[in-house]
């Protein structure tokens, strides 16, 4: 399997060319694009991530009258 590798900045037409000369006419190949810079918005895929401020007894047994559901 050959791999090409190209690292290049969006220009401002949005448009990349390719140069596939290491491979052969007619052959099947798989592009794939990946941002180098990091995502703007972390919150998107965990939008609860540090949104914590404390825990109050974590490791604390809960009792049975406690949980709402049973209610």
């Known amino acids: 399997?050959?791999?090409?590798?190209?690292?290049?900045?969006?220009?401002?037409?949005r448009e990349i060319k390719i140069d596939l000369s290491p491979f052969l006419v007619g052959e099947s190949v798989e592009v794939i694009v990946l941002s180098l810079t990091p995502e703007k918005n972390a919150f998107k895929d965990f939008p609860l991530k540090n949104m914590v401020l404390k825990?109050?007894?974590?490791?604390?047994?809960?009792?049975?009258?406690?949980?709402?559901?049973?209610?």
């Not at 791999?3 to 037409?13: A, D, G, H, M, S």
């Not at 047994?61 to 209610?71: F, Q, S, Y």
């Open 1 to 13: 399997m050959q791999t090409l590798r190209l690292e290049t900045t969006v220009p401002n037409n």
């Open 55 to 71: 825990y109050d007894n974590p490791t604390a047994p809960i009792a049975e009258n406690d949980w709402d559901a049973l209610k």
